[in-house]
């Protein structure tokens, strides 16, 4: 899926709202059948860690953890075994043409690898 359009013409907007971040809306979103409006704090919570994956402009990568590390943090939040969470992100570095970098660290990386490397942590979940 793209969304494009103009600076200011609400993109934003549209992803927190559809990410359960924003719920200053007219209107109703249901997803997978949740309205949105409707979940507690909680409940939006473990909606945006089941479901919902995010690519930061700014990437937001831990500078104190490996390549690795970085994408398997979303495991950190769910009842996933380590070794298992580590496959997991192996497997996705190597969806993005990184797998020879899991035990770099961000600042050894291009922004593009950043970038990457913040899509494969956003597929954690998936």
Not at 40 to 45: E, F, H, K, Q
Not at 49 to 60: A, I
Not at 84 to 99: F, H, N, P, T, W
Not at 113 to 122: E, H, T
Request: proline share 2%; glycine share 12%; aromatic share 8%.
């Amino acid at each position: 899926m793209s969304i494009t359009g103009s600076s200011g013409s609400g993109k934003t907007t549209l992803l927190n709202i559809l990410g359960g971040l924003d719920g200053s809306y007219q209107g109703s979103v249901s997803i997978k059948g949740n309205e949105l409006r409707k979940m507690g704090d909680r409940a939006a919570s473990r909606f945006r860690r089941d479901t919902v994956g995010f690519v930061f402009q700014q990437f937001n990568l831990l500078p104190h953890l490996t390549v690795q590390e970085n994408v398997y943090v979303p495991g950190f939040f769910t009842n996933r075994k380590k070794k298992e969470a580590k496959d997991r992100a192996a497997a996705l570095l190597d969806r993005v043409g990184l797998s020879s970098k899991l035990l770099a660290f961000p600042k050894q990386l291009s922004g593009g690898q950043q970038q990457r490397v913040a899509i494969a942590r956003a597929l954690f979940n998936e």
